[in-house]
């Protein structure tokens, strides 16, 4: 279909078959794309499916979470637009119906992933993040991540950070955590000591002084 890309193939051929109508869209992102960011986007793929099927998630679920993701951000757009209001615009009203929710979160989590080779905002932000931390690794020694998320960033840094830099990672969502140290426990054999802090990022008191902070915003379900 692309660029000899099997596994990147079959999730976009997926995606497109669920929803046909995104086809022209992709296709016309993904002609302007080099050989570069082909390989780059197969070595996720086959990172992503082979963590899938080693957390018995079928490609089947992970790709209708994404779908679900864009209609509702589709749906979240709209109700900004006529409204200038999210549907969910309170911090308390977030945590309580989607940041502590596990079903939408691990869906939103694992449909997030796809949209990091999809989604030209995301891949952009993707390779500023990892020309970042390539740049700078060699000289941090303490790294703090704020919303892991999927937690592929947090793998990706450790690409570069060196063996012993002191590594936090804050999310407000339990559910987060989880599959960010599912992540690293299914790429990062070796045990890796990170800090895992379940809360608000704005309770978090800390005098350690961080050489390198990542706040990885996405789309998210409010403002």
Not at 28 to 35: T, V
Not at 173 to 180: F, W
Not at 188 to 194: D, N
Request: glycine letters at 4%.
């Amino acid at each position: 279909l692309l660029m000899k890309s099997q596994q990147f193939d079959k999730i976009v051929e997926l995606v497109i078959s669920k929803s046909p109508f995104q086809k022209k869209k992709i296709f016309q992102y993904l002609s302007g794309k080099d050989a570069a960011f082909f390989e780059e986007a197969e070595l996720f793929a086959l990172n992503y499916v082979g963590y899938l099927e080693h957390q018995n998630i079928p490609l089947d679920y992970a790709v209708s979470a994404y779908l679900e993701m864009c209609q509702n951000m589709m749906k979240c757009q709209i109700e900004f637009m006529k409204t200038g209001r999210y549907t969910v615009d309170e911090h308390h009203q977030a945590y309580e119906e989607v940041y502590s929710n596990e079903t939408k979160m691990k869906s939103y989590m694992i449909g997030l992933a796809i949209s990091q080779f999809l989604w030209p905002t995301h891949y952009e932000m993707y390779r500023a993040f990892s020309d970042a931390i390539k740049k700078a690794g060699n000289g941090v020694r303490s790294y703090l991540e704020i919303g892991p998320g999927h937690g592929l960033l947090l793998n990706k840094a450790m690409d570069f950070l060196q063996i012993g830099t002191h590594i936090t990672a804050v999310d407000i969502s339990p559910i987060s955590i989880a599959i960010t140290k599912s992540i690293m426990n299914y790429f990062r054999h070796e045990s890796v000591p990170i800090e895992y802090c379940t809360m608000d990022v704005l309770k978090f008191d800390t005098n350690y002084k961080f050489d390198f902070i990542t706040i990885y915003r996405y789309y998210l379900y409010h403002s």
